[in-house]
């Protein structure tokens, strides 16, 4: 397979009139595309951005709530040998801005919906639009009679040919267009095939279509194995459960985040049922049997999956492994990848090896290194073209022997499972020259219980946690007094038990409370580090009294953990 379009093709080939993408929407109502129809629609899609004078090379930008026509329009601007731009409905309005202006596209496209973006608040009301729906829609008569003849005829794309510009948030500084070719996405989905089982696969797609991850795993590599993928407008994890029921899906591709919010709606259930004593009990069992088992004795569970949920396949952030170990014990695999839009597949985890911690092991055609100070590096045909219009920055993103530098630390375990321990750039150096990863501390107080936290040095030498309030509307009837001391003594024995697990240079020596419900995080959920930084140092609004607290911590209790 040269290209996508290859990819397509033999799928269309091979399913045909088997569902391919439908939407799920609150009304009930929504699209729904067999193979053959999404080949049709992208056809469709390719001859309209033609009439509508745009050529091979021309960037198409993109904004829109993931729906079948999206796929469809992505299929068409292929054919068309356009070069597609999605934004993420999440961006902040000013790094849009900064993105439109560095990828100059001809022409912008909306979707549709309550959720639907608008332009006027990211500034690109100057821009030609059209919406997806109109480009998808049934031939009209401006359509010659051999409109799809033709089409089908037109110069097919080189597999090196750059067909999307994935950027950076752009938040701070200028953002970097990744340019991504066919035979970087090939090579990726060509990993995948030897990661995920080949099974029958029916999925809930629940992240955006914008980002690569979800582009390449949960579309592309969905449609060649012929899986019917569902979208789900909402956010409702009751209306995301029936949806997966109702689809009787097989497997996912999420974000730890997603996996923490269905297993908390789960305990819950099991909470206003009275039998969470029953339910822990059951899972110490299950996890000493096969999984086939597990699924058994969790069949009310699964039963409310759909009766055939099988994998979840996680990526993003760190996978906390108590939360693995849930899903697991209840006969379900969670395998946990590592990559990013430059690299694409990374490492992943296989449904064989799953080591809760770690995050696999690269696949060919991947190849992976550690450099001298641990800094994991990918060569091979998955790595980027390059930053759009910018060598300066695609020279500094690689080594003088062409491997790509993640700027992420990591060690190898025993049996070569790569471990991830933090950024280069977050590293904190102690005065005793020891070198000191935030996320190593942050992992350890997430397997402890923390939900989540953000470590900084404080002055030379200290090391303190800023965290998250733990989830419960117990604490919210509470007064402020009450709600501060009860808050104490869930965090501080968790400190305490993270601490006995971390080398003595690790170590905090004390925790502050985050002011509000959750951290501030990027479109892609990350943690704003640098907000939170600023927070501690003063040059943020400090929160209110009641809002913030800080517990320190003694150099003999910090050295008896």
């Given at each position: 397979m040269?290209?996508?379009?290859?990819l397509?093709d033999?799928?269309?080939?091979?399913?045909?009139?088997?569902p391919?993408?439908?939407?799920?929407?609150?009304?009930?109502a929504?699209?729904?595309?067999?193979?053959?129809?999404?080949?049709?629609?992208?056809?469709?899609?390719a001859?309209?951005l033609?009439?509508?004078?745009?050529?091979?090379?021309?960037?198409l930008?993109?904004?829109?709530?993931?729906?079948?026509?999206?796929?469809?329009?992505?299929?068409?601007?292929?054919?068309?040998?356009?070069?597609?731009?999605p934004?993420?409905?999440?961006?902040?309005p000013?790094?849009?801005?900064?993105?439109a202006?560095r990828?100059?596209?001809?022409?912008?496209?909306?979707?549709?919906?309550?959720?639907a973006?608008?332009?006027?608040?990211?500034?690109?009301?100057?821009?030609?639009?059209?919406?997806l729906e109109?480009?998808?829609?049934?031939?009209?008569?401006s359509?010659?009679?051999?409109?799809?003849?033709?089409?089908?005829?037109w110069?097919?794309?080189?597999?090196?040919?750059?067909?999307?510009?994935?950027?950076?948030?752009?938040?701070t500084?200028?953002?970097?267009g990744?340019?991504?070719?066919?035979?970087?996405?090939?090579?990726?989905?060509?990993?995948?095939?030897?990661?995920?089982?080949?099974?029958?696969h029916?999925?809930?797609?629940?992240?955006?279509?914008?980002?690569?991850?979800e582009?390449a795993?949960?579309?592309?590599?969905?449609?060649?194995v012929?899986?019917?993928?569902?979208?789900?407008?909402?956010?409702n994890?009751r209306?995301?459960?029936?949806?997966?029921?109702?689809?009787?899906?097989?497997?996912m591709?999420?974000?730890?985040?997603?996996?923490?919010?269905?297993?908390?709606?789960?305990e819950?259930?099991?909470?206003?049922?009275?039998?969470?004593?029953a339910?822990?009990?059951?899972?110490?069992i299950?996890?000493?049997?096969?999984?086939?088992?597990?699924?058994?004795?969790?069949?009310?569970?699964?039963?409310?999956?759909?009766?055939?949920?099988?994998?979840?396949?996680?990526?993003?952030?760190?996978?906390?492994?108590a939360?693995q170990?849930?899903?697991?014990?209840?006969?379900?695999?969670?395998?946990?990848?590592?990559?990013?839009?430059?690299?694409?597949?990374?490492?992943?985890?296989?449904?064989?090896?799953?080591?809760a911690?770690?995050?696999?092991?690269?696949?060919p055609?991947?190849?992976?290194?550690l450099?001298?100070d641990?800094?994991?590096?990918?060569?091979?045909?998955?790595?980027?073209?390059?930053?759009?219009?910018?060598?300066?920055a695609?020279?500094?993103?690689?080594?003088?022997?062409?491997?790509?530098?993640?700027?992420d630390?990591?060690?190898?375990?025993e049996?070569?499972?790569?471990?991830?321990?933090?950024?280069?750039?977050d590293?904190?150096?102690l005065p005793?020259?020891?070198?000191?990863?935030?996320?190593?501390?942050?992992?350890?107080?997430?397997?402890?219980?923390?939900?989540?936290?953000v470590?900084?040095e404080?002055?030379?030498?200290?090391?303190?946690?800023?965290?998250?309030?733990?989830?419960?509307?117990d604490?919210?009837?509470?007064e402020a007094?009450a709600?501060?001391?009860?808050?104490?003594?869930?965090i501080?024995?968790?400190?305490?038990?993270?601490?006995a697990?971390?080398?003595?240079?690790?170590?905090?020596s004390g925790?502050?409370?985050?002011?509000?419900?959750?951290?501030p995080?990027t479109?892609?959920?990350?943690?704003?580090?640098?907000?939170?930084?600023?927070?501690?140092g003063?040059?943020?609004p400090?929160?209110?009294?009641?809002?913030?607290?800080?517990?320190?911590?003694?150099?003999e209790?910090?050295?008896?953990?």
């Amino acid at each position: 397979m040269p290209t996508l379009l290859d990819l397509l093709d033999g799928a269309v080939a091979r399913h045909a009139d088997k569902p391919a993408l439908a939407l799920q929407s609150d009304d009930g109502a929504g699209t729904r595309y067999s193979y053959r129809e999404l080949e049709r629609r992208g056809l469709i899609v390719a001859w309209r951005l033609r009439a509508l004078g745009l050529q091979p090379g021309d960037r198409l930008l993109t904004w829109s709530p993931s729906m079948p026509e999206l796929p469809a329009l992505y299929i068409g601007a292929m054919r068309a040998r356009l070069v597609l731009v999605p934004l993420d409905l999440r961006m902040a309005p000013s790094a849009i801005e900064k993105i439109a202006a560095r990828a100059e596209p001809r022409r912008l496209v909306l979707g549709s919906g309550r959720d639907a973006p608008d332009p006027a608040e990211a500034g690109l009301t100057s821009y030609p639009t059209s919406s997806l729906e109109a480009l998808t829609a049934d031939p009209d008569t401006s359509f010659p009679a051999d409109w799809e003849a033709q089409a089908r005829s037109w110069q097919r794309p080189a597999p090196d040919e750059i067909f999307e510009l994935v950027f950076t948030s752009g938040t701070t500084g200028t953002p970097k267009g990744v340019m991504l070719a066919h035979d970087n996405v090939l090579a990726s989905i060509g990993a995948m095939h030897k990661v995920i089982p080949p099974i029958e696969h029916r999925i809930v797609s629940l992240l955006p279509l914008s980002h690569l991850f979800e582009q390449a795993v949960s579309l592309l590599y969905a449609l060649d194995v012929g899986a019917s993928i569902l979208y789900v407008r909402s956010r409702n994890p009751r209306t995301i459960f029936e949806a997966i029921r109702d689809h009787r899906t097989t497997s996912m591709v999420v974000v730890p985040q997603i996996l923490e919010l269905f297993w908390t709606a789960i305990e819950r259930e099991v909470e206003k049922s009275g039998r969470a004593t029953a339910f822990d009990r059951l899972r110490r069992i299950a996890r000493r049997l096969p999984y086939s088992a597990r699924r058994w004795l969790f069949r009310s569970v699964h039963s409310r999956l759909g009766g055939s949920f099988r994998l979840f396949v996680s990526s993003g952030a760190f996978l906390p492994p108590a939360v693995q170990q849930a899903w697991e014990d209840m006969g379900i695999v969670v395998i946990q990848g590592y990559g990013a839009t430059e690299t694409g597949f990374g490492a992943c985890q296989t449904i064989s090896d799953h080591k809760a911690g770690t995050v696999g092991r690269p696949m060919p055609p991947v190849r992976m290194r550690l450099a001298q100070d641990g800094e994991v590096q990918f060569a091979g045909p998955t790595l980027f073209k390059g930053y759009w219009q910018d060598p300066d920055a695609t020279a500094a993103a690689f080594t003088s022997d062409g491997w790509y530098r993640t700027g992420d630390i990591g060690r190898l375990d025993e049996s070569r499972r790569l471990i991830l321990m933090g950024r280069t750039k977050d590293m904190i150096v102690l005065p005793n020259g020891f070198n000191v990863y935030p996320e190593d501390i942050e992992n350890a107080l997430r397997v402890a219980g923390v939900r989540d936290s953000v470590v900084v040095e404080t002055r030379p030498g200290r090391i303190e946690a800023v965290v998250l309030a733990p989830a419960g509307h117990d604490l919210d009837r509470l007064e402020a007094a009450a709600r501060q001391e009860a808050l104490h003594e869930r965090i501080e024995p968790l400190v305490k038990q993270a601490n006995a697990t971390l080398g003595i240079n690790q170590r905090l020596s004390g925790w502050r409370l985050w002011p509000h419900d959750d951290f501030p995080r990027t479109h892609t959920f990350k943690v704003k580090r640098n907000e939170v930084r600023a927070w501690v140092g003063g040059t943020q609004p400090a929160p209110t009294a009641e809002a913030a607290t800080t517990q320190d911590r003694t150099a003999e209790e910090v050295a008896a953990g």
